[in-house]
């Protein structure tokens, strides 16, 4: 415990420093005197200070000694986010002598901020208003004092007062943007959800939107001679994209561009602009026409596949009015361009981030599962407004996407550009904390880390992040972006890239896992309830010779690895059976006709579904593995459907229900020896974690992106704590108990 200051002084001094603030000019200065000031007499490795940005709800890190101090302006918490979000949130001092042993507590990447132990924030309030926190950090146990937290909230009294004003004599004097975040013009952003995390900054455009506010302006030029120049750098541009899209997405993607590149090259589709362009019409006027004729043509087709091109032909168009309007070859493509799109095909996600776009931004109300975890693994950042809302976006609105917080900015400032771009650095150098081979816990316990695939790329991050394996391969992917069904030897080729690149160790390849929101973009056979619907493995069974295909594919492609098959929305054991005579009828043909297979895969499923939960004893004894897909089953256990923004809020991977679900899995598989895992998001959330392994889960398999995380969450985890806590835990009946007692962990 830290020897008892006098902290009459400090106090003091910041309201000397409050007093003199009138005749500087500049915040940062202040608020830097002040941290320096406060750490300095309270001996604190960090002293940081937050301000409230009201409009958001987010608290802004505006000055630090100790942290990084590129974090500054960067970094930000969530109100009731961490310690210090929660102290502002419920307006109370937090003192910890381990801070980073509270459940409460966040670590935040990139800010150095891992190696403090103590923890004290205090929120800056004037009555019932919150404007921020002061923040005091120490790399030794317990350094703070009862009598610390009162002098951090007298100093906290002080700073408030002068903060608010600061803030009108800024406005005064006109010297700068306003002071307090809180306060920036809340009209400039539109709050969103986040679908794949990252920054995208450039100028919207509508998906298959023409993209052409300006139109061409060449009056006396010829325009046949410009039609044709701009036809053939389309199609250069369009085979460069296809030729990169098979170096970089050869197993999702080969013919992205197909239909595009065949109309441009059939002689009619440009012959009626040419003969629209000798009859008089401008060349834009003429490529419009035609593709509006097209578009309108396709989409009176009876046949749902030749409806599904109108997309590719609005797309074309506005390829040809992009290259009729510049001369100058840009590659054509989508850099600096952020997409605004109402629905949003896996196919169509493929070509957008093939053609480089900086982000997406979805009108559509939700994003499904699909997509969401796509646009990931393409490392495209992406958001979704509320259903009905589209932000009043426009074509040619400058924005800045912030797919980590959820906020679109619309004409950002250059400051803001900066702050982004310092966001962007901090945000790599989270990507490249690696590790080697499994996580282990505070007092040495190893948990086993293995990969979520869903295309080649995340095999290579999987590598870099030290993952042991692959614990879900989500094998609909190429199914779901090509929109249809790849034979056997495609199959093969996929499969064959996926096992070679991957990791040592166990290669888990799960059987198609479409229905539910993972549909082809335009289904056959439309269901009033999906989610209930064929789904998954009764899809398979359903589809028997696709089945055999698949099981075929993936017997030969796991020569040689430990290869497992795991079989996805598993209801009863009678499923599992039939699916598994069908991976011994596979190999008894591949044996028949010579074909070299792996003899002997592990065969496992998904619990995920509240009948696999209460049969998971019975699983355990027929099954050579589980895999808890907790995605789905929060989701059918509370009956709540994530998307739906009416009932996100219920689902909660804490309810007692799904701990206790998730524990009798765990306790099945160790009863009959049968290993047991979890590749749902809630393996990866920290408050789940602790309990997970409370209950004696080893295995946890995520997004690979995240593994660098979880390792350090594990780390922080001591597992005897756990296991006393998760009976505690287990014997709450309701959400807020479960929450609360994890808080004060
Ligand atoms: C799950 O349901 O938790 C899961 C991992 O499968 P998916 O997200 O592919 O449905
Ligand atoms: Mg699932």
Redo the contacts with the bound molecule.
Sequence with gaps: MAERRDNIDLVWSISELSGLFERRTNIDDFLQAVVDRIAEHLESDVCSVYLLDEAEGRLVLRATRGLDPGSVGTVSLMLGEGITGTAVKELRPIREARGNRNPLYKFIPGTNEERYQSFLAVPIRRGLSRIGAIVVQHQKQDQFTAHDTRALQAIAGQLASTLENVEMIMELHNRRAPLLPARRGAAEQIPCQCAAEGIAVGRVVHLGGVDDVVEPDHDDEDQEAAFRRALERTDRQLEALHRELDERLADIASLIFGTHLLMLRDEEFSGLMVDGIRNGSRAHVAVRTIVDRYVEMLSASTNPRTREKTQDVRDLGSRLLRNLRSEQDDGGDLRGRVVLAHELFPSDLVRIAAEHAEGIILTGGGAT?HIT?LARSLEIPTVFLRAHDDGNLSDGDMVAVDAYEGVIHRDPSPALLERFERARELHRIDETVRGEGPAFTRDGVAVELLA?VNILHDVEVASRVGAAGIG?Y?SEFPFLVRNDFPSEIEQLGIYRRIAERAPEGPLVF?TL?IG?D?LFSESEHSEANPFLGLRGIRFSLAHRDLFDEQLRAMLRAGVGRDLRIMF?MIASVEEFIVARSRVLAMQKDLEAERIDHHRSPLLGV?I?LPSAVELASDFARVTDFM???????VMYLLAVDRANERVEALYQPVHPAVLRSFKRVVNAGREHDCPVSI???AGGDPQVLRFLIGVGLRSISADPARIPGIRTTIAQIDSRDAARLAPELLAMSTTDDVLQRLRRT
């Design positions: 599962a975890i979520n879900l989500r799960r896992d539910g993972k996805p998904m995920e895999s808890i897909g907790s995605n789905d089953l590749c749902g998001e």
